[in-house]
Every structure is written in structure tokens, then in C-alpha cells.
Nanobody, 119 residues
């Protein structure tokens, strides 16, 4: 059973860089065919796909967020990291780590972590 666990600060000040880590267990992030995504949901709004990193290390970004978003991985720790720079209160959201398998279907989700951007 694949499990994803997000971790990071719950409160970040405006203009700072937010860093979130997704630790994966029960499966390797380098397993062929899988993509590891960050998706967020601001309060009262829908889900927003942010970025993904594939099994080979290829990266993908939402064009609307690309300028201040970065995704990376540590294969030795089986972790995927999201960095979001110059955050504003509009970045307040629940952030989810999500696996996408065949045909791009999201099959495993982390429980999500609440991030609030406030001074």
C-alpha cells in the first residue's frame, strides 16, 4: 500500500519561500510510469494542480505558477519537495501530494497539509 505524507510549516510570512516535503512509503518514486504531483486547494475554491515530477526526474509545471514554483526529489529518501517562493496570502491552501499512475489517474493522495500565509 502506497502512502504519501506531506510535511512542512503551517504558517509562512509573505514574501518568504514555502518548502513542503512529501515522503512516500510502500513504493519507490522512481518506479516506471508514476508521476508525483503537488495539488492545492485554497479555502472555498477548487483543486489546483501545481507541478509534478516523473519517475525519470522530468518536471512539469502549471504555467500560471511556474515563475515561483520548483519541484525536486531525493531518491535516497524517497521524497519529493515543493518550493514556492515569494508567497502571498493567496497561497494559503491545503497542499496535497498525489501520485498519478497510468492514464494520468490520481490514485493515491496524502492527507494534505494546511499552509497559511500571514504576517
Amino acid at each position: 500500500q502506497v502512502q504519501l505524507q506531506e510535511s512542512g510549516p503551517g504558517l509562512v510570512k509573505p514574501s518568504q519561500t514555502l518548502s513542503l516535503t512529501c515522503t512516500v512509503s510502500g513504493g519507490s518514486i522512481t518506479t516506471n510510469g508514476y508521476y508525483w504531483n503537488w495539488i492545492r486547494q485554497p479555502p472555498g475554491k477548487g483543486l489546483e494542480w501545481m507541478t509534478a515530477i516523473g519517475y525519470s526526474g522530468s518536471t512539469y509545471y502549471n504555467p500560471a505558477l511556474k515563475s515561483h514554483t520548483s519541484i525536486s526529489r531525493d531518491t535516497s529518501k524517497n521524497q519529493v519537495t515543493l518550493q514556492l517562493s515569494s508567497v502571498t496570502p493567496e497561497d494559503t491552501a491545503v497542499y496535497y501530494c498525489v501520485r498519478a499512475g497510468g492514464e494520468g489517474l490520481y490514485d493515491y493522495w496524502g492527507q494534505g497539509t494546511q499552509v497559511t500565509v500571514s504576517s
